[in-house]
């Protein structure tokens, strides 16, 4: 089954910056608008970003600005560039297809420091 795994987390100070990757197993990838979310301890997983399939990308408000998200379909990847990072962005981050939901993959920590 195709899977996908989430890297480049890490601890980050506050305003510095991260790019996360994710690695989608499939054949699949430019079929299906991906996206990126996170989630906090005791939240549920909410949805930051998303990019179509003909690269359209859209940004939920509170990262709009300072996150972008972006896909090489050839390479079967997708990238979330973080910057000016704040506390709030303390999370475990994860890609899937929204519209075509597969198997969460192990997400990625990113962790802001104090």
């Known amino acids: 089954q195709a899977q996908f795994v989430e890297s480049g987390g890490g601890l980050v100070q506050p305003g510095g910056s991260l790019e996360l990757s994710c690695a989608y197993s499939?054949?699949?990838?430019?079929?299906?608008?991906m996206a990126w979310y996170r989630q906090t301890p005791g939240n549920q997983r909410e949805w930051v970003a998303s990019i179509s399939r003909g690269g359209s990308t859209n940004h939920k408000d509170f990262v709009r600005g300072r996150f972008t998200i972006s896909k090489d379909n050839a390479k079967k990847m997708g990238y979330l560039q973080m910057n000016s990072l704040k506390a709030e962005g303390s999370a475990v981050y994860y890609c899937?297809?929204?519209?075509?939901?597969?198997?969460w993959g192990r997400g990625t920590q990113v962790t802001g420091s104090s």
């Open positions: 899937n297809f929204p519209s075509a939901l597969g198997p």
């Open positions: 499939g054949s699949s990838f430019n079929m299906f608008t």
